[in-house]
């Protein structure tokens, strides 16, 4: 059985060759994306390899299925970038549900913590022998509030690291999980009484831009908002309007909704042309991340297992256990109990 395995990067090939000493599949590393030039580079390998912004969709899944791809093996949690309703009844389409949920929580809160303490700009200013910490203030994060919004399982792990630090939580899910503990309220309570808001909840039809103009007017002035799930849930121009007005006081993200082109590569030497990432980039109480939160050594071999035991079943003919329902995604009207099943 043979991979195509698309935007390879280094530490996806030292993972993954690591563990494939065990398996021994034949692995190709492509650096491109996964796109409709670049699907017809994986004719004569079963299984295809993909990553959070390579495009799956109908075309892309045409070219693959009329190659003879029958997996399409997904090495990350998120699915928003793949067309379920084109692959269904062609190409099996799996990913991994959790790698570490720890990775993205603490990244969180890592992003919590610099833009509060601004550490990053302590940093800069030590290391050119600047002592000097007039504008560097922060807040206690104790007894603040903080509201989650997606109590899955980065959600619920990220809510309990806040209670350690002793900050109130509340939570918002579509599919409250009454065994959790958490204090469940509506969206609109939680925008107002939350000084800082975390976004859990995957890219979804009703969640893209939930942080919107009228959302973002509900919330506390000063509030700090924090992203690492995917970048479509923020309307990033309405954010930035409200940066400007500094209705929106911290903003810490690890995802933008105009990644793709972006995010895991070097632009350093470049010119860049997306105006609103630029504008993003000038604010000094913004933290970018390039999607980086899921990156620790946990997690990386968690993806590489998973993944590999995937292919197993797949070219066992074995139930897919990590395989994404399609009914759920595109009707996106999941009760509890399906959710289970399906996820
Ligand atoms: P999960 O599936 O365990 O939890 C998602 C939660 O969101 C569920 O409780 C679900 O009921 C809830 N939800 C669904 N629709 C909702 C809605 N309309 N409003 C509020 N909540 C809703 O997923 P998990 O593992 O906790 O991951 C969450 C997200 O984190 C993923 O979808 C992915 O986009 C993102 N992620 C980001 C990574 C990064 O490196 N930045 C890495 C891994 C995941």
Known sequence: MK????DAKNYDKNS?????????????????????????????????????NDTINEDVINI????????????????????????????HVVRV???????????????????????HKAYSRTRD???????????????KTIGVIGTGKIGQIFASICKGVGMKVLA?????????????????????????I???????????????????????????????????????????DCLKSKKVGYAGLDVYEEESEYFFEDFSEEIIDDDILARLLSFPNVLVTSHQAFLTAEALENIATTTFESIISFENNHELVNEICYNCDKKNVCKPEEQTKCF
């Open 3 to 6: 991979i195509a395995f698309y």
């Open 16 to 52: 993954f060759n690591h563990l494939n000493e065990e398996y021994g599949y034949k692995i190709k590393y492509f650096d491109y994306k996964l796109n409709e030039d670049t699907a017809k580079l994986s004719k004569g390998y079963e299984v295809v390899c993909a990553f959070v």
């Open 64 to 91: 693959l299925h009329e190659q003879g791809v029958g997996l399409i093996a997904m090495r990350c949690a998120g699915y928003n970038n793949v067309d379920f309703e084109a692959a269904y009844n062609k190409i």
């Open 97 to 119: 549900p959790a790698y570490s949920p720890y990775a993205v929580a603490e990244h969180a809160l890592a992003l919590i913590m610099t833009l509060n303490r601004k550490t």
């Open 129 to 143: 022998n600047n002592f000097n910490i007039n504008g560097l203030q922060g807040f206690d994060l104790y007894q």
């Open 172 to 196: 918002y899910d579509k599919f409250p999980n009454e065994t959790s503990g958490l204090h469940y309220v509506d969206l609109p309570t939680l925008y107002a009484q939350s000084d800082i």
């Open 198 to 240: 975390s976004l859990h909840c995957p890219l979804l039809n009703d969640t893209h831009h939930i942080v919107n103009e009228s959302s973002l007017n509900q919330m506390k002035d000063g509030v700090m908002i924090i992203n690492t799930s995917r970048g479509g849930l923020i309307d990033t121009e309405a954010l930035i």
